[in-house]
């Protein structure tokens, strides 16, 4: 591990100030940024320690929540679980209790792809670690690979469940830089991978996330976090659904639907949702048709064509999961 400064920011303005020197980065739950120093992925002349800052609220308002970026995963579990189980549920199957005590809302939503590749002791080539020398898990153990939006230059997924429930009820990411603050959907917030796999985000290095939003709706309390790994505990997904619904006598009215563990970022099933509403949760020839509709632009490579037939298998018990929670009117 490089050697590196450490320091505390006392306010927001003095964090921004910080990271306006490319040397330096924030750290706040640890949970991550501890693993980058071990593992050589970052080496940051010094670290800016944020977790004074007063980003931890959780506050549920009439018309949604707004979580702070410094909030614990294991504060906000509970918080969110009534009205918003897909989030609680994304939360609780996430990591360990001792990490969730640890790691914070923004934090969770930055985490780097645990392909074994990225993440190897000896340095192999990678373009996210190691720009222009390849990609070796392209032709090399794809199993727990994307599906969907890979390049020739990466075919990584991202780890976080958390961001998977968010993409699923259209939330926001809160940034401020020295340009201001701006609001960006969850859903645009990573970019796939293309030719420059090392920018993962829309976040400039200059920018913090200071809070993500969650509008409130009738499909928040229908809704389910389904996901599915090789070990029942503290470990990340292979394939994960988030699904929330309205509907009106158990005719589908409106419905969200994101993928984890399929790509660099939450995959919304687009052609799903649009294909479901006028559907009976009880048609489940239907319901698998819809789902279907989703994966003609899959792009499985050697090792993981099991995750296209996992990822709709998985959709369609998330959906009944979900539509089980309560007729809910649109």
């Given at each position: 591990?490089?050697?590196?400064?450490?320091?505390?920011?006392?306010?927001l303005?003095?964090?921004?100030?910080?990271?306006?020197?490319?040397?330096?980065?924030?750290?706040?739950?640890?949970?991550?940024?501890?693993?980058?120093?071990?593992?050589?992925?970052?080496?940051?002349?010094?670290?800016?320690?944020?977790?004074?800052?007063?980003?931890?609220?959780?506050?549920?308002?009439?018309?949604?929540?707004?979580?702070?970026?410094?909030?614990?995963?294991?504060?906000?579990?509970?918080?969110?679980?009534?009205?918003?189980?897909?989030?609680?549920?994304?939360?609780?199957?996430?990591?360990?209790?001792?990490?969730?005590?640890?790691?914070?809302?923004?934090?969770?939503?930055?985490?780097?792809?645990?392909?074994?590749?990225?993440?190897?002791?000896?340095?192999?080539?990678c373009?996210?670690?190691?720009?222009?020398?390849?990609?070796?898990?392209?032709?090399?153990?794809?199993?727990?690979?994307?599906?969907?939006?890979?390049?020739?230059?990466?075919?990584?997924?991202?780890?976080?469940?958390?961001?998977?429930?968010?993409?699923?009820?259209?939330?926001?990411?809160?940034?401020?830089?020295?340009?201001?603050?701006?609001?960006?959907?969850?859903t645009?917030?990573?970019?796939?991978?293309g030719?420059?796999?090392?920018?993962?985000?829309?976040?400039?290095?200059?920018?913090l996330?200071?809070?993500?939003?969650?509008?409130?709706?009738?499909?928040?309390?229908?809704?389910?976090?389904?996901?599915?790994?090789?070990?029942?505990s503290?470990?990340?997904?292979?394939?994960?659904?988030?699904?929330?619904?309205a509907?009106?006598?158990?005719?589908?009215?409106?419905?969200?639907?994101?993928?984890?563990?399929?790509?660099?970022?939450?995959?919304?099933?687009?052609?799903?949702?649009?294909?479901?509403?006028?559907?009976?949760?009880?048609?489940?020839?239907?319901?698998?048709?819809?789902v279907?509709?989703?994966?003609?632009?899959?792009?499985?490579?050697?090792?993981?064509?099991?995750?296209?037939?996992?990822?709709?298998?998985?959709?369609?018990?998330?959906?009944?999961?979900?539509?089980?929670?309560?007729?809910?009117?649109?």
């Amino acid at each position: 591990m490089k050697a590196f400064a450490y320091a505390k920011a006392p306010d927001l303005a003095a964090a921004l100030a910080a990271i306006e020197d490319p040397g330096t980065s924030v750290i706040a739950g640890g949970t991550e940024m501890v693993n980058w120093l071990k593992e050589g992925i970052a080496t940051p002349e010094r670290l800016v320690d944020i977790n004074g800052l007063p980003l931890d609220g959780i506050d549920a308002r009439p018309e949604g929540l707004r979580l702070g970026a410094l909030a614990r995963m294991s504060d906000a579990a509970p918080v969110v679980a009534a009205e918003y189980p897909v989030l609680a549920e994304s939360l609780l199957c996430a990591a360990s209790p001792q990490l969730r005590n640890m790691a914070s809302l923004g934090g969770n939503l930055l985490q780097r792809t645990r392909c074994p590749y990225f993440r190897a002791e000896v340095l192999l080539p990678c373009n996210k670690r190691a720009p222009g020398s390849g990609c070796a898990a392209r032709h090399g153990e794809t199993r727990t690979q994307a599906i969907f939006g890979w390049s020739d230059a990466c075919v990584a997924t991202h780890p976080s469940d958390f961001a998977v429930a968010l993409a699923a009820l259209d939330a926001t990411v809160i940034i401020v830089g020295p340009r201001g603050e701006r609001t960006v959907p969850v859903t645009g917030f990573y970019r796939l991978p293309g030719d420059d796999p090392t920018v993962e985000t829309v976040l400039a290095p200059d920018e913090l996330v200071t809070a993500i939003d969650v509008p409130a709706g009738p499909h928040t309390r229908a809704s389910h976090y389904l996901k599915v790994r090789e070990r029942a505990s503290y470990e990340f997904a292979m394939v994960a659904v988030a699904a929330a619904l309205a509907h009106d006598g158990g005719v589908v009215t409106d419905a969200r639907l994101a993928l984890g563990g399929v790509a660099a970022r939450p995959w919304r099933l687009d052609r799903t949702e649009a294909a479901l509403r006028g559907v009976s949760l009880d048609d489940t020839e239907a319901l698998r048709a819809a789902v279907a509709a989703s994966f003609a632009e899959a792009r499985p490579l050697a090792g993981n064509a099991f995750k296209v037939k996992l990822a709709q298998r998985a959709t369609l018990r998330a959906l009944t999961t979900a539509g089980s929670r309560g007729m809910v009117a649109s």
